[in-house]
T-cell receptor, first 114, second 114 residues
């Protein structure tokens, strides 16, 4: 297994457009997380999946953000009507339910909204 | 409320010396896990070490050890025999065992000087 992968690695979009990111976790990991990281900050939790069920979602998460994990494997994060404030690195992480909880992160998708 | 505080925005250490990166946390949950991650300039977060709140001994992983002082709510990372490749951002994180959300600090930038 090559680890967590994310696509695309970079995305430039115009304000008001919709964007979708994909995350492929480590295959045997049933837990998947999405984070947002801005410059000089630590990752900020967005949402959490266990298998295909979205069990937690940050209260800070705008309703323009939606995430899915339809078959309990890969996940997508969609941002509708992007705003300049959405510019950030979007990180995906996965973990095994039987582990201590240590997360394995993907390389991230850097979003720039112009 | 859960909060992680890393008060050292930047640290410098001479190669082969030891360095301590500070982390304090605030939680009302009696049971939680503490994690340290490394983020090199390439961007990918790398798990380093884990400490459970009920663990009696401080965690160690190779050159990394965690100085856990529960009463002070601190979980400092000690890196021994620093190497040039240790230059990176370091993030402290906590996950209360009652939930699945991880809380990250703002990070410390470590520079190892040859």
């Amino acid at each position: 297994d090559t680890g967590v992968s994310q696509n695309p690695r970079h995305k430039i979009t115009k304000r008001g457009q919709n964007v979708t990111f994909r995350c492929d976790p480590i295959s045997e990991h049933n837990r998947l997380y999405w984070y947002r990281q801005t410059l000089g900050q630590g990752p900020e939790f967005l949402t959490y999946f266990q298998n295909e069920a979205q069990l937690e979602k940050s209260r800070l998460l705008s309703d323009r953000f939606s995430a899915e994990r339809p078959k309990g494997s890969f996940s997508t994060l969609e941002i509708q009507r992007t705003e300049q404030g959405d510019s950030a690195m979007y990180l995906c992480a996965s973990t095994d339910a039987g582990s201590l909880g240590e997360q394995y992160f993907g390389p991230g998708t850097r979003l720039t909204v112009t | 409320a859960q909060k992680i505080t890393q008060t050292q925005p930047g640290m410098f250490v001479q190669e082969k010396e030891a360095v301590t990166l500070d982390c304090t946390y605030d939680t009302s949950d009696p049971s939680y896990g503490l994690f340290w991650y490394k983020q090199p300039s390439s961007g990918e977060m790398i798990f380093l070490i884990y400490q459970g709140s009920y663990d009696q001994q401080n965690a160690t992983e190779g050159r990394y050890s965690l100085n856990f002082q529960k009463a002070r709510k601190s979980a400092n990372l000690v890196i021994s025999a620093s190497q040039l490749g240790d230059s990176a951002m370091y993030f402290c994180a906590m996950r209360p065992n009652t939930g699945n959300q991880f809380y990250f600090g703002t990070g410390t930038s470590l520079t190892v000087i040859p």
